[in-house]
């Protein structure tokens, strides 16, 4: 069963534009691809048991986070984390997975999640 994510990006601060600045789709399961149609970033997966990542950058270029959603056991999961700039999408990927230090927060299937960005401001997933 292949699996779509369509996805929203609001934000409600227009002085304060953050910018996807990398996509990326973990390997298992056959991968997956983004693609952007009027605006959103759509996510799709052949199976379960895989993962997209954006990961935004603020306007300053001084602050970073990535947005993970994904489907494990046919069940949505998501999670946020703050970055430094040398991090990327593929640097976290594997974290998620083979009992990686984050693996624990595929099998909770949270479908919502919220943080702070380093140097401030509410990010929230609602998946």
């Known amino acids: 069963m292949s699996y779509t994510i369509h996805v929203r990006v609001i934000q409600s601060d227009a002085s304060n534009w953050w910018s996807i600045v990398e996509k990326s789709v973990w390997f298992a399961a056959g991968g997956g691809t983004w693609s952007e149609v009027n605006g959103e970033q759509i996510l799709t997966m052949p199976a379960t048991d895989t993962s997209g990542y954006l990961r935004f950058m ?4 001084d602050d ?13 999961w998501c999670d946020l984390v703050s970055l430094k700039a040398s991090d990327t999408c ?4 594997p974290l998620y997975y ?3 230090p984050k693996s624990e927060i595929v099998g909770k299937h949270l479908p919502h ?4 960005a380093a140097k401030g401001g509410l990010v929230t997933v609602d998946y």
């Open 64 to 76: 970073y986070f990535v947005a993970i959603l994904g489907v494990q056991d046919r069940e949505k």
């Open 98 to 100: 083979n009992n990686g």
């Open 90 to 93: 593929m640097s976290m990927a």
């Open 58 to 61: 603020s306007p300053a270029k």
């Open 113 to 116: 999640h919220e943080m702070h």
